[in-house]
């Protein structure tokens, strides 16, 4: 199963005029191995629905995204390690600041088949062994 970033399922939903095609056409070709959306991108999906859930739910069920994907123990412990990383970097001014958001969606993907994404340098970094496709 495919995890899809949040920044994906705007692209497709706001029809985006520079990614949107893109996406939906990368959506398609993988919907056979499944897609979802990690209960983070659920909650950060709110602002794009104007805080509809239900229309939310619909468009998701529509273009064959599970929305109920649980979050388990080992997406904690997968996203535990990516987080000591990246705030050992940022105290040392390495990096620049990111939304623990980013490492919850990367350990909740790593556990599964991987992520599609337009940002992989936001995840590559923190979960090398991710699989990444990009739109």
């Not at 497709?12 to 959506?27: H, M, N, R, T, W």
């Not at 950060?44 to 529509?62: C, D, M, P």
């Not at 390690?81 to 940022?90: E, G, M, Q």
Request: proline share 7%; aromatic share 8%.
């Amino acid at each position: 199963m495919w995890i899809i970033d949040t920044c994906v399922v705007i692209d497709v939903y706001e029809d985006d005029p520079q990614f949107g095609l893109a996406s939906a056409k990368l959506l398609e070709k993988l919907l056979p191995d499944g897609l979802a959306i990690s209960p983070v991108t659920m909650v950060e999906l709110s602002v794009a629905f104007e805080g509809n859930i239900t229309q939310q739910k619909r468009f998701l069920e529509h273009s064959g995204i599970s929305h109920g994907e649980a979050w388990t123990a080992v997406d904690t412990e997968a996203s535990h390690p990516a987080w000591n990383a990246y705030i050992k970097s940022r105290r040392l001014a390495k990096v620049p600041k990111r939304p623990v958001a980013d490492i919850l969606i990367g350990g909740f993907a790593i556990t599964r088949q991987g992520l599609v994404t337009r940002n992989p340098a936001d995840f590559k970094r923190w979960f090398p062994k991710l699989l990444i496709r990009e739109p």
